[in-house]
């Protein structure tokens, strides 16, 4: 991924809605707000030449040359380096955020020089969300989730990632891809296409852990409340209860983990065969009191 012009990140993704993943990574690392912030976004076809080329393949490509940037060893172009340009008066990504290593499909933050330089200042605050969600409705998403999971059903090898309107339940997007984090970049660049952000009222669900890096990037993106099938890192929780984020984990079948921000889930309609927990350390697995 190149910023005008400029080397930012490499990273380890499943091909497919890569103008979303670039714009939903620059969301979360502070860079773009709104959708007017991106000029263009497209396949780098030449040196130099951060606006040739088409934005998605297969409408022809102007790249020729082994040696050009976009290009793979037949000269063709690749489809693999994406040229973003960003609208006047957007700043260029700090030189800090520049990933020095490539981001592995497991790693979102890998190449970061430390964890600090990874807690960007968010453009909105999600602490005041006066949403409120039923623990039932809670316990439904991971099903959904995996009833759009058109590509795991058949490799079962991508994490997804989904977005959950709070108040009514629709599903707005999902997206599928290798690195979970790639995953919550596609959903997040999605909203910012459709000038969503901040989302709030929102429930993001991802299919696997929540790790910090997936806290960071629903705190940046506006989202109340982050639900995960598996356990969050102590770092993630410390991060959600810092910001205000309702983490919910361990979301199967009927139990669910509440993490952090546990007012916004109601369970006044919950059966009461099922099992909500609300972690009383940030190791949640170790440590928990029934409520």
Known sequence: MRVNGERLAVTMRTPGHDVELASGFL??????????????????????SAASGPSQPGAGSAASGPNLPGAGSDGLNSYNVLDVALAPGVA??????????TISSACGVCGKDSIESVITRSHFDVSDDPLIVDADAVLDLPGRLREHQKVFAKTGGLHAAA????????????REDVGRHNAVDKVIGWALAHDLLPLRGQILQVSGRASFELV?????????????????SSLAVDLAEQHGLTLAGFVRGESMVLYSGADRVSCNDANPDEEFSIATTSIATTRKETS
């Open 163 to 174: 977005l959950f309107d709070g108040r009514t339940g629709e599903l707005r997007v999902v």
């Open 92 to 101: 260029s990504p700090d030189p800090s955020l520049s990933r020095d290593f």
């Open 27 to 48: 969301v979360s690392e502070g860079v773009l707000v709104r959708a007017e912030d991106l000029a263009t976004a497209r396949y780098c076809a030449g040196a130099g």
């Open 216 to 232: 960071q990037k629903a705190i940046m993106a506006g989202v109340p409340m982050l639900s995960a099938v598996s356990a969050p």
